[in-house]
């Protein structure tokens, strides 16, 4: 891949899949900006250090991206396990505002990547409070709406990156034509945020499902599929998700449906 000349956003350059996204754009030629709330232990690009919970960070981390950049990547999170108006706040309201923000100095022909979740594989059953949730103006008012709901507040990361999968068909209807937006939806990759998944989602079941698979995904595999999404090989595909989890939805769905057709 050749990204000489390209400058391209990522966020959640600090760890795990940001990082190992940031350091394969550099290596393919790419000029690198990088946005987290933390200081990157090792990243040699431009750095803005700003915080997405918040629309005054994220207009703030905005106003410092230069016109003409290739694209952005989303790929700052929060999981579960942090309160559940941070969870919305980060993965839905800051993918949103960030992208709406930079949109307009994405060069045509440029690309957005949002990472969603394999949790998120039945977004489409919850479609109206998702997309209600997504297009609220006010992302302080839409936290107050959903704040009695306990099947969001109590699965604030699933319901944020159903959220994130809606958003990325919205955004790229939205930039039609211009600029390409798709989501990659990873399985369990091993990041500090795995052991997060572990307390959230239990710890037998994030363990049984790397056992199955032989080995937890890498933030190198996911990296290679956003790069992917980003090369000009991809530039018929748009408004859609890449699941990258080793199979593991797959199997679900084959052995639950089995079982009930037992
Ligand atoms: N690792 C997995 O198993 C997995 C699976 C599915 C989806 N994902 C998604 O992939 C993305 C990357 O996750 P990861 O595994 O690299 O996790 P990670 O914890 O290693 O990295 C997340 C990064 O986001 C940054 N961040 C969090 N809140 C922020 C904020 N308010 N402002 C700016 N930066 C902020 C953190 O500082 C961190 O550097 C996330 O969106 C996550 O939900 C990860």
């Known amino acids: 891949m050749n ?31 990088g946005v987290d709330r933390n200081v990157p232990a090792e990243f040699s690009g431009t750095f803005i250090q700003g915080d997405l919970s918040t629309p005054e960070g994220v ?20 999981p579960g396990t942090a309160p559940w108006q941070t969870v919305l706040a980060v993965n839905v309201f800051g993918v949103r505002d960030l992208t709406r923000l930079l ?27 998702v997309a209600r949730f997504v297009q609220a103006a006010d992302a302080a008012e839409a936290l107050a709406a959903v704040a009695g709901d306990p099947e969001v ?15 990325t068909q919205v955004q790229a209807s939205e930039h039609l034509g211009r600029v390409r937006v798709n989501s990659v ?39 290679e599929v956003i790069a992917f999404l980003l090369s000009p090989q991809a530039s018929w595909i748009n408004g859609t998700d ?17 079982s009930a057709a037992v």
Request: hydrophobic share 45%; proline share 4%.
């Open 3 to 33: 990204l000489d000349g390209k400058t391209l956003v990522v966020t959640g350059v600090a760890s795990g899949i940001g990082a190992a996204t940031a350091s394969l754009l550099q290596q393919n030629g790419a000029t690198v900006i």
């Open 59 to 78: 207009a703030a981390v905005a106003d410092r991206v230069p016109e003409g950049v290739a694209g952005l990547l989303n790929i700052a999170g929060v």
């Open 103 to 129: 949109a307009p100095k994405i060069a045509d022909g440029g690309a957005v990547v949002n990472l969603a979740s394999n949790v998120a594989a039945g977004w489409a059953a919850r479609q109206l409070e």
């Open 153 to 167: 507040t109590g699965n604030s990361y699933r319901f944020s990156k159903e959220c994130v999968r809606w958003l």
């Open 185 to 223: 939806s990873p399985g369990p990759v091993q990041t500090p945020i795995l052991e997060d998944f572990k307390k959230d989602h239990g710890r037998e079941k994030v363990e049984g499902a790397v056992a199955l698979l032989g080995r937890a995904g890498q933030p190198q595999d996911i990296a």
């Open 242 to 258: 890449l699941c990258v989890d080793g199979g593991l939805s797959a199997h679900r769905t084959v052995t639950t449906l089995a």
